[in-house]
């Protein structure tokens, strides 16, 4: 199947376009941008600054030697929180600073704009690595004091945004007294018993978690980015109305995906997009380390959907940044900014080459074969999406016979019949991990989909359950 070309990433440093990223999710990749050299050689100094505050100069020397990709080989994975958190505590400002110049000299954003308080910089360890970690060994971050007066600096000076964290402060304390849960997020659910080192982001859109509308998001490269980790982005879903499990936070079962885009990026390369195309995090399956950092921009005042577990209020003005005013901040209130977002509503994504069959009935272990189909009901190349009582699963017919496997992705349990699939490969639309057609497996040991026993007999097709499926 040909993927849609008409939001594929410009690579040359065009001159770029504010209006197609609002409204048409036209994205970036970019090899230059405002500050690149500083704000890169500020992010190096301090990563090694911080291995070695936490692990000692025989670790800071290994990782100089090796790269930052490879931290995972001289760094605990135990103390990953603890490098992000000085890599935010000490570039904090600099960060705020690089963002508003890449608004306003790079994207050319003519008017005022925001910069959310929120900067986000993850170190990805390799899967393999990283879940060996357990979370009562994983070391807990100090407590942002310097954030915390910050914000109360901005909202002394600023009596609206006192009076709105007040008002804030006692509805949370009333709900909590009332035992009121304002979303049923439920972070196990997400994340399953994954400790924190190991965790990705599934396919989603920003204001499902309280961001803001038409944002632009800034995701920098610092190193170890391959298509083994990287960002996962969905533009030929771009305006197409998305429901997400409020418990789990993944897309609603039913909702098919295109073929996932992930670019390998070199370090210091910046991608541009907007949020409310649907994206998600690759678990990494590589064996890199991948480091980058995320940021938002609002062209204009931030506006929120009504719904969210939580809302990003705080921002800085871009005409207080350009002036370094650090202690001057922001507040919009959900309540008072709500809005729509800017798109045209298209027909969803349906996959073309999946057809579905449910039977009611059990696939019993070790049992006699199951008459399922007809030999020509299943077209080579097209997949067949059984649902029986107690099993899920998908068959096709390759050239080399049939194939057919259980659809839970071993990773956390997506169904990967909605997920993207071209007779050779199909794709989770989970974290964008693929599987072979032929065998099951995905370039990590740790992950291969199940086998279930399929054979064609007088044109009919059979599946059979054994003990090991």
Same mark, same amino acid.
């Given at each position: 199947?040909?993927?849609?070309?008409?939001?594929?990433?410009? #690579?040359?440093?065009?001159?770029?376009?504010?209006?197609?990223?609002?409204?048409?999710?036209?994205?970036?990749?970019?090899?230059?941008?405002?500050?690149?050299?500083?704000?890169?050689?500020?992010?190096?100094?301090?990563?090694?600054?911080?291995?070695?505050?936490?692990?000692?100069?025989?670790?800071?020397?290994?990782?100089?030697?090796?790269?930052?990709?490879?931290?995972?080989?001289?760094?605990?994975?135990?103390?990953?929180?603890?490098?992000?958190?000085?890599?935010?505590?000490?570039?904090?400002?600099?960060?705020?600073?690089?963002?508003?110049?890449?608004?306003?000299? #790079?994207?050319?954003?003519?008017?005022?704009? =925001?910069?959310?308080?929120?900067?986000?910089?993850?170190?990805?360890?390799?899967?393999?690595?990283?879940?060996?970690?357990?979370?009562?060994?994983?070391?807990?971050?100090?407590?942002?004091?310097?954030?915390?007066?910050?914000?109360?600096?901005?909202?002394?000076?600023?009596?609206?945004?006192?009076?709105?964290?007040?008002?804030?402060?006692?509805?949370?304390?009333?709900?909590?007294?009332?035992?009121?849960?304002?979303?049923?997020?439920?972070?196990?659910?997400?994340?399953?018993?994954?400790?924190?080192?190991?965790?990705?982001?599934?396919?989603?859109v920003d204001t499902w978690y309280g961001h803001s509308y038409d944002g632009i998001?800034?995701?920098?490269?610092?190193?170890?980015?391959?298509?083994?980790?990287?960002?996962?982005?969905?533009?030929?879903?771009?305006?197409?109305?998305?429901?997400?499990?409020?418990?789990?936070?993944?897309?609603?079962?039913?909702?098919?995906?295109?073929?996932?885009?992930?670019?390998?990026?070199?370090?210091?390369?910046?991608?541009?997009?907007?949020?409310?195309?649907?994206?998600?995090?690759?678990?990494?399956?590589?064996?890199?380390?991948?480091?980058?950092?995320?940021?938002?921009?609002?062209?204009?005042?931030?506006?929120?959907?009504?719904?969210?577990?939580?809302?990003?209020?705080?921002?800085?003005?871009?005409?207080?940044?350009?002036?370094?005013?650090?202690?001057?901040?922001?507040? =919009?209130?959900?309540?008072?900014f709500q809005g729509d977002p800017s798109w045209t509503s298209r027909e969803p994504?349906?996959?073309?080459?999946?057809?579905?069959?449910?039977?009611?009935?059990?696939?019993?272990?070790?049992?006699?074969?199951?008459?399922?189909?007809?030999?020509?009901?299943?077209?080579?190349g097209h997949r067949l999406g059984v649902d029986f009582t107690n099993a899920k699963?998908?068959?096709?017919?390759?050239?080399?016979?049939?194939?057919?496997?259980?659809?839970?992705?071993?990773?956390?349990?997506?169904?990967?019949?909605?997920?993207?699939?071209?007779?050779?490969?199909?794709?989770?639309?989970?974290?964008?991990?693929?599987?072979?057609?032929?065998?099951?497996?995905?370039?990590?040991?740790? =992950?291969?989909?199940?086998?279930?026993?399929?054979?064609?007999?007088?044109?009919?097709?059979?599946?059979?359950? #054994?003990?090991?499926?």
């Open positions: 199947m040909a993927q849609d070309q008409s939001h594929i990433v410009h #690579t040359a440093d065009p001159e770029i376009d504010l209006s197609s990223i609002i409204n048409n999710a036209q994205h970036y990749l970019l090899n230059d941008h405002a500050m690149k050299e500083e704000i890169m050689a500020k992010l190096r100094a301090e990563f090694l600054i911080g291995v070695e505050k936490y692990h000692g100069p025989e670790a800071r020397a290994g990782v100089e030697r090796d790269g930052l990709k490879m931290v995972h080989k001289h760094f605990p994975v135990e103390k990953v929180r603890l490098l992000e958190f000085h890599l935010r505590e000490t570039l904090r400002d600099d960060l705020y600073y690089w963002s508003y110049k890449v608004g306003a000299e #790079t994207l050319g954003i003519p008017n005022e704009f =925001f910069v959310d308080h929120l900067i986000v910089i993850r170190i990805h360890y390799p899967h393999l690595v990283a879940r060996k970690a357990r979370a009562e060994d994983i070391a807990a971050p100090p407590y942002a004091y310097t954030e915390r007066m910050r914000l109360l600096q901005a909202a002394l000076r600023n009596p609206k945004m006192l009076a709105y964290a007040g008002s804030r402060a006692i509805a949370k304390k009333l709900d909590e007294r009332r035992k009121k849960k304002s979303h049923a997020y439920d972070a196990k659910a997400y994340h399953g018993n994954l400790a924190t080192p190991a965790r990705a982001h599934g396919a989603h998001n800034l995701w920098l490269s610092i190193d170890g980015v391959n298509e083994g980790n990287t960002v996962i982005l969905y533009p030929g879903m771009w305006g197409q109305e998305v429901h997400f499990d409020p418990v789990s936070m993944y897309l609603k079962e039913g909702q098919a995906t295109p073929r996932p885009l992930k670019y390998a990026m070199e370090p210091g390369q910046l991608l541009v997009l907007n949020p409310e195309m649907l994206h998600g995090t690759q678990v990494n399956i590589s064996d890199e380390t991948r480091v980058a950092l995320t940021t938002r921009l609002n062209p204009h005042e931030p506006r929120f959907a009504k719904e969210a577990p939580f809302h990003f209020e705080y921002w800085y003005s871009s005409k207080d940044l350009a002036d370094k005013r650090w202690g001057k901040m922001s507040a =919009f209130p959900h309540k008072e994504y349906k996959h073309k080459d999946t057809e579905k069959l449910t039977l009611n009935f059990a696939l019993e272990k070790d049992a006699d074969p199951v008459d399922i189909c007809s030999v020509d009901d299943l077209k080579p699963v998908m068959i096709w017919r390759t050239k080399d016979g049939l194939r057919a496997y259980h659809r839970s992705c071993p990773h956390m349990g997506i169904d990967t019949i909605d997920g993207f699939q071209d007779g050779k490969e199909v794709f989770c639309p989970g974290h964008g991990m693929s599987f072979s057609v032929e065998t099951g497996e995905s370039s990590c040991e740790a =992950f291969k989909l199940k086998a279930v026993k399929a054979t064609e007999k007088d044109g009919r097709v059979f599946l059979a359950r #054994t003990a090991a499926a």
